[in-house]
């Protein structure tokens, strides 16, 4: 006589036992990460109890193919551009991207409060993208302790040799940026740049210079002047230039946002731009466009640095060797009205 198997459990009876809804289960079931851990502990232990077996091929894990992209925060178009680019090459991929950002653990308790690896090792995240956060050693060994591996965008310093990271030619994208100002006649060409510690920072500061030195022009230290990449700042320095006894013809920017914010210290001091000084920044934000003048920059490819990160994410989760820790992608010049012939 053949032995009859015990029927197979349903969905409600699992809910039940587990203390929650039924669509909440199928959540669990279908590896949606819309779930809490706890609950989602509470179902597998009940699906476990009642010898629970989906029909047919068993699904993988639920977060295998999750990916985090971590970001200093959500503001602007930078982190808009770098997602956009990174969600099409997942979509490619065939894997799924959380986004998040990197908040500070301030919280007053006697536990530790999570900071951005907790949440990812939480989630059983496959891999990491970081952009514009400088991870702490600590933070990286407690992602090579869990084998998920990381891709920095634009890191703002060197990262450990065995840290993958994305960025653009910002040397080479100061450079054309500053030559084109030499170029239209300008000789008294002022920097406004990032925190000088910043590694994309000091790239461009030293391209700025090199361009300089080509030129036969004498770089004045205290027309090189920095801020922190936002609007406010960008107002703050060039006000400062303005000011100077000598004021530049001419600004390079490094930071669409700064230069924006520059252009509202020009008006402030009555001046007009391109007419009574040029002005360049970097990125090309989709701001740039939208300003009047219309703003020559040097393009920063965001989408594509975004799909890089995840394409380079992706081969190392695959377990695949890369031939170089650094990926650089190519700045381009974007001329627009922004600019115009220094006057004689």
């Known amino acids: 006589m053949t032995e009859s198997r015990p029927p197979r459990p349903t969905l409600a009876q699992i809910a039940e036992l587990a203390g929650v809804s039924i669509s909440t289960v199928s959540k669990v079931l279908n590896g949606r990460d ?23 091929t068993p699904a993988p894990e639920p977060t295998a193919r999750t990916v ?30 959380a986004i998040s950002v990197a908040r500070s653990s301030t919280a007053a308790t006697n536990h530790r409060a999570q900071d951005w690896v907790d949440r990812i090792l939480e989630r059983g995240s496959a891999g990491v993208v970081l952009g514009l956060i400088e991870p702490t050693r600590d933070q990286l060994g407690r992602l090579a302790q869990a084998r998920v591996p990381c891709v ?28 084109h100002l030499l170029r239209r006649g300008h000789r008294r060409v002022a920097l406004v740049t990032g925190p000088p510690q910043h590694l994309y920072s000091r790239a461009r500061l030293a391209g700025y210079r090199s361009a300089l030195a080509a030129a036969g022009v004498e770089v ?4 090189i002047r920095h801020g922190t990449y936002d609007r406010a700042s960008g107002a703050e320095q060039v006000r400062a230039l303005l000011a100077r ?3 530049p ?40 466009r939208w300003v009047s003048p219309a703003l020559t920059t040097v ?41 115009a012939q220094a006057s004689a």
């Open 152 to 179: 920095v965008i634009d890191p703002l310093s060197d990262p450990p040799p065995d840290v993958l990271s994305v960025g653009t030619t910002n040397w080479a994208g100061a450079y054309e940026a500053t030559s």
């Open 245 to 247: 006894p000598t004021p």
């Open 68 to 97: 985090d992209l971590v970001l200093s925060g959500l503001d602007g178009s930078w982190p808009a551009s770098v997602a956009s680019g990174m969600e099409a090459a997942a979509y490619e991929a065939g894997v799924h991207v």
């Open 249 to 288: 013809t001419a600004l390079f920017i490094c930071s669409d946002h700064m230069a924006i914010g520059g252009y509202e210290a020009i008006a402030e001091a009555g001046l007009r731009v391109p007419e009574d000084i040029s002005v360049v920044g970097f990125d090309d934000l989709p701001e740039a």
């Open 34 to 56: 819309d779930v809490s851990r706890d609950t989602r502990a509470k179902v597998d232990t009940a699906l476990r109890q009642h010898h629970y077996v989906r029909r047919g």
């Open 220 to 223: 004045d230290p205290a027309e």
């Open 299 to 339: 393009r920063q490819p965001l989408k594509e640095m975004g799909g890089s990160a995840l394409r380079t994410l992706v081969r190392l989760m695959n377990g695949e060797e890369l031939e170089s820790p650094r990926v650089e992608l190519a700045t381009t010049l974007v001329v627009r009205n922004s600019t």
